[in-house]
């Protein structure tokens, strides 16, 4: 149900099922955050304590270091992707459409894997390498998917996927050919991990999410007259083409910055927006939702590779990797 609240000349439009959506899950991510925090038999008191810096100094040490920022990190970058992922599907009208699938995150990973093989690059240039590489693997598949003025559609998951296995056998083949040493930082990197992050890389993506998200949020009714057809959306004024292109660009900015601070992270951004549709039930791009929903999933993924006792302290991405393909089979089994 649309709900319109006015305030004097202000008027505000919302659907009431997403706010519940919305709400619900902040409560469910609020429960995961406590429970990653206080695993390891600290209870909600001194997890509470480790927060604020009072009580013992290993336990301050422990929260305020170490297990804090990393959940930080998974929220944003969960919410990154899965933002990003409800644009891709917006612009592209298919639901298999994510950074992952089309190539983008594979274009940030090769250019990281170049600067660490090459350039030996620290933290820093490895996430300014990966930002760029996304930005430029975006602007090639924009430019090659675009026919008799128009980019959406069919055309650009397909170049997308051509650019990305492309892209990827270049990354491999750098891998084979570099030393032994930088082989294993990239594979490392490239699996996607939250081990080690600190709180400039949760400011950072915590800070880009912040800054982009409403935007795209501002941009969602835009680009849902576009889902209803390039014509359709011109006629109503929407100047299509320019709306189509800033949203790509903003959205893969939001997966650079989250390949730069965590590596290459799948299924969120394919999985996010698609239980968002089916929770919020309302038409438009599922903007707050699709960031709620995929910081939950990471955060529980980083939750379950950390703390379940079956043999499975991997890096969170290979976790969401097994989780999105069993998605994706589901997704394609479902869909005509």
């Known amino acids: 149900m649309i709900t319109r609240l006015r305030a004097g000349e202000l008027s505000l439009r919302y659907h009431r099922r997403t706010m519940v959506v919305i709400a619900l899950s902040g409560a469910a991510l609020v429960i995961l955050v406590h429970l990653t925090l206080s695993a ?37 970058v969960g919410a990154a992707l899965g933002v990003s992922g409800a644009v891709f599907q917006s612009v592209s009208r ?27 690059g620290g933290v820093v240039e490895t996430g300014l390498a990966a930002i760029l590489g996304g930005l430029f693997t975006a602007v090639f598949v924009y430019t090659m998917a675009r026919q008799g003025g128009s980019t959406g559609g069919l055309r650009l998951i397909l170049v997308g996927i051509g650019t ?32 080690g992050r600190g709180w400039e890389h949760a400011a950072l993506i915590l800070g880009v999410c912040l800054l982009l998200v409403p935007v795209l949020g501002l941009m969602a009714g835009k680009l849902f007259l576009i889902e209803m057809g390039d014509d359709v959306a011109g006629g109503l004024g929407v100047a299509v083409e320019m709306t189509r292109f800033a949203a790509i660009i903003l959205a893969v900015l939001l997966v650079g910055v989250a390949t730069a601070v965590a590596g290459p992270i799948s299924f969120i951004a394919l999985a996010a927006p ?34 379940v006792d079956i043999g499975l302290r991997t890096p969170v991405g290979l976790v969401t990797s097994l989780l999105g393909g069993l998605y994706l089979l589901w997704l394609l089994r479902r869909e005509k």
């Open 40 to 76: 390891g038999q600290l209870s909600g008191r001194e997890v509470w304590d480790g927060i604020i810096g009072r009580g013992d100094v290993s336990v301050v040490r422990s929260v305020q270091s170490r297990r804090l920022p990393r959940v930080l990190t998974a929220i944003g």
């Open 94 to 120: 298919n639901v298999l459409a994510s950074p992952d699938i089309i190539g983008f995150t594979t274009g940030a990973a090769t250019a990281a894997a170049v600067q660490i093989i090459y350039f030996n």
């Open 164 to 195: 990305g296995a492309f892209v990827g056998a270049v990354r491999d083949f750098l891998m084979v050919r570099a030393d032994i040493t930088d082989a294993s930082v990239v594979q490392l990197w490239s699996a996607g991990s939250l081990s």
């Open 274 to 307: 698609q239980i968002a549709r089916r929770l919020t039930r309302a038409p438009g791009v599922p903007v707050g939702a699709s960031a709620s929903i995929g910081a939950i999933v990471l955060t529980a993924a980083d939750h379950l590779a950390q703390h």
